[in-house]
């Protein structure tokens, strides 16, 4: 029987640079897979159904939220955002690893559907670099930074809901983290369960035969 991949769920608060780790993840190791989000609103310039996202009518959205066929979605300013539940379950029994990276409200509703998932927060080195790293985007007012600022603590209370938290002072070394977390969750004896049975048998079988 094949082992089955794991699902990485990570977030963290605007700024902490989840984005930035994942796209580095992903560059080193091409045999992860990105979870692809669905949506209703409608393709910007560049952007490819199945790539970029599954572009859907609002019709086939809610037909598959009536179907169960999302680990979680949400409505933002009038669009439709959702995870597919049956393309990241495909690539996991296919044995791929998937990278989910979602906001904590997200990842929060993906727990509930999903058990087996490896849940990370990504942390700034303090907040005041956080505060920086919002601030050299050069896109946010000074009330918008502030609103930003206070939800980033509130995010942060939520870490306890997480198996594991990386602190993101240097992308390389919070890759290397999360390279060794995925190490080791596939060393766990749950996941490693049908290769220690097939052993087993086999260890039997020499003993016998032998």
């Not at 809610?62 to 949400?74: I, N, R, T």
């Not at 502030?146 to 992308?171: C, L, P, Q, W």
């Amino acid at each position: 029987m094949s082992k089955k991949g794991v699902l990485l769920v990570i977030s963290g608060p605007s700024g902490a640079g989840k984005g930035t780790i994942c796209k580095a993840l992903l560059d080193k190791h091409k045999d992860i897979y990105l979870s692809v989000s669905a949506t209703t609103r409608e393709p910007r310039v560049g952007e490819v159904h199945g790539v970029n996202y599954f572009f859907k009518t609002k019709e086939e959205f809610l037909q598959k939220v009536e179907e169960g066929d999302f680990l979680e979605h949400a409505e933002v300013y009038g669009n439709y955002y959702g995870t597919p539940k049956s393309s990241v379950q495909k690539m996991l029994d296919e044995g791929r690893d998937v990278i989910l990276e979602i906001d904590i409200q997200g990842a929060l509703k993906v727990k509930e559907n999903c058990e087996e998932g490896i849940f990370i927060f990504i942390l700034p080195p303090s907040m005041e670099e956080l505060k920086q790293r919002i601030i050299k985007r050069g896109s946010e007012t000074p009330e918008s930074l502030m609103t930003r600022f206070k939800s980033a603590y509130k995010e942060i209370n939520y870490i306890s809901k997480y198996n594991y938290a990386v602190v993101n002072d240097e992308v390389d070394t919070a890759v290397t983290k999360l390279e060794a977390i995925i190490a080791a969750e596939k060393c766990r004896v749950d996941r490693m369960k049908n290769k220690i049975l097939d052993s087993k048998e086999g260890f039997i079988h020499e003993q016998l035969y032998d």
